[in-house]
T-cell receptor, first 114, second 115 residues
């Protein structure tokens, strides 16, 4: 158990819908990363938040957004869903932001768009 | 941009045999390198990491990896594989500050362990 929690574990929804994925980082971790794992693209970095502020963006679509709240939990919002958004979405947290800080991964949320 | 390549998509080894999973990186400076393991239906667990210093790194579950700058490689090894090692293994390189030091992952190597 990494100490990072993600809810829900599974999510099935229809095209065009909007969903929210939730992540609670390890206690004391200030940095949260979101990654997407799909069969064709592999594991890709989406976005990072640090202490409530957006720090970096990766291959995140404009239909996707995220935020980190004062209690440091984070939410990833996916809208106008398409079949291709079906994937496993991971959240990872680290104490600080920096190259030598280990990222701890949650169990993921599996999103299926039908 | 930082990237890693895992040349082997699938590897099959017999239980008790030795294992080596290959990883090649592309990065101008000294890279921050990681190996993660993902069991079916699970998240990613860090096996080991290399930042600097000793080029032979010891990790959890009996794994080790060797950083070879001349070959741009960071191969993962285990002397004797157990059936419970069957999983997906990912090599990753840490990005720079412009990416928040996010990890750039390889495509993964799926390990099958036969009796």
């Amino acid at each position: 158990d990494s100490g990072v929690t993600q809810t829900p574990k599974h999510l099935i929804t229809a095209t065009g819908q909007r969903v929210t994925l939730r992540c609670s980082p390890r206690s004391g971790d200030l940095s949260v990363y979101w990654y997407q794992q799909s069969l064709d693209q592999g594991l890709q970095f989406l976005i990072q938040y640090y202490n409530g502020e957006e720090r970096a963006k990766g291959n995140i679509l404009e239909r996707f957004s995220a935020q980190q709240f004062p209690d440091l939990h984070s939410e990833l919002n996916l809208s106008s869903l398409e079949l291709g958004d079906s994937a496993l979405y991971f959240c990872a947290s680290s104490v600080q932001t920096g190259p030598n800080y280990e990222q701890y991964f949650g169990p993921g949320t599996r999103l299926t768009v039908t | 941009a930082q990237s890693v390549t895992q040349p082997d998509i699938h590897i099959t080894v017999s239980e008790g045999a030795s294992l080596e999973l290959r990883c090649n990186y592309s990065y101008g400076a000294t890279p921050y390198l990681f190996w993660y393991v993902q069991s079916p239906g699970q998240g990613l667990q860090l096996l080991l990491k290399y930042f600097s210093g000793d080029t032979l790194v010891q990790g959890i579950k009996g794994f080790e990896a060797e950083f070879k700058r001349s070959q741009s490689s960071f191969n993962l090894r285990k002397p004797s594989v157990h059936w419970s090692d069957a999983a997906e293994y990912f090599c990753a390189v840490g990005g720079g500050s412009n990416s928040g030091y996010a990890l750039n992952f390889g495509k993964g190597t799926s390990l099958l362990v036969t009796p």
